[in-house]
């Protein structure tokens, strides 16, 4: 078997693939196969990556399936003991493979692995060191648009992986499942990190792990507002235990209403309005999300002390934004 397998959802991308398949192909860790999935490229993708970089599988979809829909047909063909979603705007450092492997290796309690992520073009400014999730039920980046002065260069657990490079040992997701198609895009990887908790495997920040994001540093898109919205409560209603949801559900409250507050206040933005929608159409899927959850907490191996451990308080929000 393969050691690791690397699963790229891609759609018109083509002019990211020269850093990010060229830098894999720099790897000091070579036991590894490549998967761009295609969701519909226009841009001539296909050709390039066949005659650039015939070491890839390429599997064309012919449609836009989403994020979490290429990724999921990237899992079924995947061969890897190791999972690893990677996003095309990204390029790697040469070690990056290895420390996550090396990881895995030496703590099999971890089922997976978070990089550090700094911005492409501001290679000083963090992106993400690993998700957070707020016991109010608020998720988000460690470390955000701060500066890396050395603050987040330890080994430690966090909540989850950022989809953009997140790692996965198989044999937990042969447990939990992979990523759930009705996210489609956004708060997917932090759904795998509310079972992977529930079920009591560890999520480990690998600072070690370097991955360059060309991300800017502004704010988000309708279309991300609109998920946001929405996915925030379908973490709720699918995840959060009852017994925890007894304890914060005033917290729970108060952040949703600080949403709908703040999107009121600034009613003439596109963004605003589509994350009123977004919640609306998160209350709307209770419905959807609720037969779910049976399954998701039957899951559940650790006791509400241990999950509030990787839980961070309202009031220690490890980021600016």
Known sequence: MTTISIIIPHLNGRHHLND???????QTFTDFEVLLIDNGSTDGTQAYVREQFPEVKLIELGQNQGFTGACNVGWA?????????LNNDTQVEPNWLREVWLAFEQNPQVGSVASKMLLFDQRDTFHTAGDFYRMDGIPGN???WQKDVGQYDQVEPVFSACGGSSAYRRTMLDEIGFLDDDFFF???DVDIGWRANLAGWQVLYVPTAVVYHKLKATGGSVTGSYYDGRNFLYLIWKNYPATLLRRYWKEILKAQLKISRDALRAWRGEAARARLRGQLAGLWGIFKMWPKRR???ALRRVDDDSLTAVLTPVDETPTDG
């Open 186 to 188: 956004s708060c997917e």
């Open 77 to 85: 063909a995947a061969k890897g003991e190791i999972i690893i979603l």
């Open 142 to 144: 460690r470390g955000v």
């Open 295 to 297: 399954h998701v907490q």
């Open 20 to 26: 990010c398949l060229g830098s894999l192909r720099q």
